[in-house]
């Protein structure tokens, strides 16, 4: 097997490539920004700033609704970031109102000069899936049960409609989302970085399966027994891990150049007791802090100056091969 150049340093620093991969990757694709339960009843949404699009998704009447979070008259707010319930969309800045089905109700102090069908808010896609809100800013994106790909069929064994959450957390990263995109694809990095999870699996054993722009992990266990769960990513930053009796959401997209946002989600079976929950969360918690600060040293190093090009492993990196790759294809870049 021979190995293959990495890509540049410039593709985790250059402000001028964050701005054609928010438009051509997260303006393209679906992402998840939140859970049905946020949403579930009338009035409800969730407000969120994804890649630098700020976007609300609001329950009509049952009806899930995705609008640009921003006034047609002067692009003011029309909620604050997070999420809540409200009867109407009244902007922050001027007070413009709209009906949550996005059609304009009033354009305050501009009388009749205004045509309400003229200044609708800007629609966004919204559909959902196992109890995860995805959003895509592209008429073109294929439907998200196509989009999901392999993420279905290697979900089908694990029943989660009784699932609830009970926990939400968001985590900044001072790295471009690449670089923790990639380190999400390989094992390689699991003795070094993380002794705890080291401890519980063979990570010489760690495998990564590519299915188009979906990858499978799998490692075996260290006292021999197979993992009873799916450890499943797809491009760009969906990554799902289920279980017996949970799930677990990450889902991330970045803030800038060199800054990365990653909402955590959990979900559990009622069966499962608090303490059981607590722990699975803090495991998790520490697996992603150190990913953090071991991020934030290679992002600190690409933009150092020193280093230009790595090599990849065809035994531990091919899952950060296709992520380059699909950057690649979604930007018409060659190698």
């Given at each position: 097997m021979s190995t293959t150049p990495t890509a540049p340093a410039t593709w985790y620093t250059d402000p001028v490539q964050y701005d054609q991969e928010?438009?051509?990757?997260?303006?393209?694709?679906?992402?998840?920004?939140?859970?049905?339960?946020?949403?579930?009843?009338?009035?409800?949404?969730?407000?969120?700033?994804?890649?630098?699009?700020?976007?609300?998704?609001?329950?009509?009447?049952?009806?899930?609704?995705?609008?640009?979070?921003?006034?047609?008259?002067?692009?003011?707010?029309?909620?604050?970031?997070?999420?809540?319930?409200?009867?109407?969309?009244?902007?922050r800045y001027h007070g413009w109102a709209y009906q949550l089905d996005g059609h304009l109700l009033s354009a305050r102090d501009f009388g009749e000069d205004v045509r309400a069908e003229n200044f609708s808010l800007l629609p966004v896609r919204v559909d959902t899936w196992r109890g995860i809100v995805f959003v895509s800013l592209s008429n073109d994106t294929a439907p998200l049960a196509e989009w999901l790909g392999g993420l279905v069929a290697h979900s089908a064994d694990f029943d989660t409609s009784g699932l609830v959450v009970t926990h939400r957390s968001e985590?900044?990263?001072?790295?471009?989302?690449?670089?923790?995109?990639?380190?999400?694809?390989?094992?390689?990095?699991?003795?070094?970085?993380?002794?705890?999870?080291?401890?519980?699996?063979?990570?010489?054993?760690?495998?990564?399966?590519?299915?188009?722009?979906?990858?499978?992990?799998?490692?075996?266990?260290?006292?021999?027994?197979?993992?009873?769960?799916?450890?499943l990513w797809r491009f760009p930053g969906l990554a799902l891990n289920f279980y017996d009796r949970?799930?677990?959401?990450?889902?991330?997209?970045?803030?800038?150049?060199?800054?990365?946002?990653?909402?955590?989600?959990?979900?559990?079976?009622?069966?499962?007791?608090?303490?059981?929950?607590?722990?699975?969360?803090?495991?998790?918690?520490a697996v992603l802090d150190e990913d953090r600060i071991i991020c934030e040293s290679v992002q600190r190093n690409l933009a150092a100056g020193v280093y230009e090009r790595g090599i990849l492993s065809p035994r531990y990196e091919a899952g950060v091969a296709l992520v380059q790759s699909e950057v690649r294809r979604a930007l018409g870049l060659s190698n």
């Open positions: 928010r438009w051509r990757i997260f303006g393209r694709e679906w992402c998840a920004v939140g859970d049905t339960e946020q949403v579930g009843e009338h009035g409800h949404y969730i407000a969120r700033v994804v890649a630098g699009f700020p976007l609300v998704i609001v329950n009509d009447q049952g009806t899930l609704r995705g609008f640009h979070n921003v006034c047609r008259h002067r692009a003011g707010p029309l909620v604050d970031d997070g999420g809540g319930q409200c009867r109407s969309f009244v902007c985590h900044r990263i001072a790295a471009n989302w690449k670089v923790y995109a990639e380190n999400y694809q390989e094992g390689y990095h699991i003795p070094l970085v993380h002794p705890g999870l080291n401890k519980q699996i063979v990570s010489s054993r760690y495998e990564v399966e590519i299915e188009g722009a979906v990858t499978v992990h799998r490692a075996p266990t260290r006292d021999g027994s197979v993992t009873n769960g799916a450890w949970g799930m677990s959401l990450e889902s991330y997209w970045p803030e800038g150049p060199t800054t990365t946002l990653v909402s955590y989600t959990f979900f559990f079976d009622a069966s499962v007791s608090p303490e059981e929950c607590e722990a699975a969360v803090t495991s998790s918690t």
